[in-house]
Nanobody, 121 residues
Framework: QVQLVESGGGLVQAGGSLRLSCAAS????????MGWYRQAPGKQRELVAT???????NYADPVNSRFTISRDNAKNTVYLQMNSLKPEDTAVYYC???????????????WGHGTQVSVSS
């Protein structure tokens, strides 16, 4: 089993900043990609940003230039620095990790339970 635990969400005014963290633990051999997704009320879950073990990043257009994803491979932790937050960024933010367990190289695709980010106008 691989567990992901997010932290860092909260309530912030428009224009403010928040930093999310997500730590992966359990039977992990390697994590290829870590990422953040979000789901606003009444909407589907959508990609925010991803980062590979080599540091290649991908951002959704609405957050590009405002959010920065990074990771600490030694700690199996991914971060999301969110600046210039807007009310439309309000959502539950979920962490995702894709990789392999040490047992027979079995793949995993795990999700955290989510952390609420609320941006007031």
């Amino acid at each position: 089993q691989v567990q992901l635990v997010e932290s860092g969400g909260g309530l912030v005014q428009a224009g403010g900043s928040l930093r999310l963290s997500c730590a992966a633990s359990g039977d992990i051999l390697t994590i290829n990609t870590m990422g953040w997704y979000r789901q606003a009320p009444g909407k589907q879950r959508e990609l925010v940003a991803t980062i590979t073990s080599g540091g290649s990043t991908n951002y959704a257009d609405p957050v590009n230039s405002r959010f920065t994803i990074s990771r600490d491979n030694a700690k199996n932790t991914v971060y999301l620095q969110m600046n210039s937050l807007k009310p439309e960024d309000t959502a539950v933010y979920y962490c995702n990790a894709v990789g392999y367990r040490s047992v027979i190289w079995s793949p995993f695709n795990s999700w955290g339970h989510g952390t609420q980010v609320s941006v007031s106008s």
